[in-house]
């Protein structure tokens, strides 16, 4: 059974900084792409970041420029997400899904599998 799982969320003070993981079971991740995408509520789901297959090329919304590092592990079969000086407008759902392929598909709905989400809360 193919499953992805995250997790690392919790509650965070402006400036912090938390690691997403997303682990992969049954299924290697070695032929998709990941991307981290978020909701929060009552808004659209937007993508945060991307990776490639390889892990050769990534992409960040302009938001997370900067601040969060996309990286994946392959042997692992795990993807994380560094997030870096967290800000308020950061507190959402954050998601992991997989797109087949080598590289990143344009737009959010193009993803194979996604997770179930882990709540990342960043409050004073």
């Known amino acids: 059974q193919s499953q992805l799982v995250e997790s690392g969320g919790g509650l965070v003070q402006p400036g912090g900084s938390l690691r997403l993981s997303c682990a992969a079971s049954g299924f290697t991740l070695d032929y998709y792409a990941i991307g981290w995408f978020r909701q929060a509520p009552g808004k659209e789901r937007e993508g945060v970041s991307c990776?490639?297959?390889?892990?050769?090329?990534?992409h960040y919304a302009d938001s997370a420029k900067g601040r969060f590092t996309i990286s994946r592990d392959n042997a692992k079969n795990t993807v994380f997400l560094q997030m870096n000086s967290l800000k308020p407008e950061d507190t959402a759902v954050y998601y992991c899904?997989?797109?087949?392929?080598?590289?990143?598909?344009?737009?959010?709905?193009?993803?194979?599998?996604w997770g179930q989400g882990t709540q990342v809360t960043v409050s004073s």
């Open positions: 990776i490639s297959s390889s892990g050769g090329s990534t």
């Open positions: 899904a997989v797109s087949y392929g080598s590289y990143c598909p344009k737009g959010v709905y193009n993803y194979d599998y």
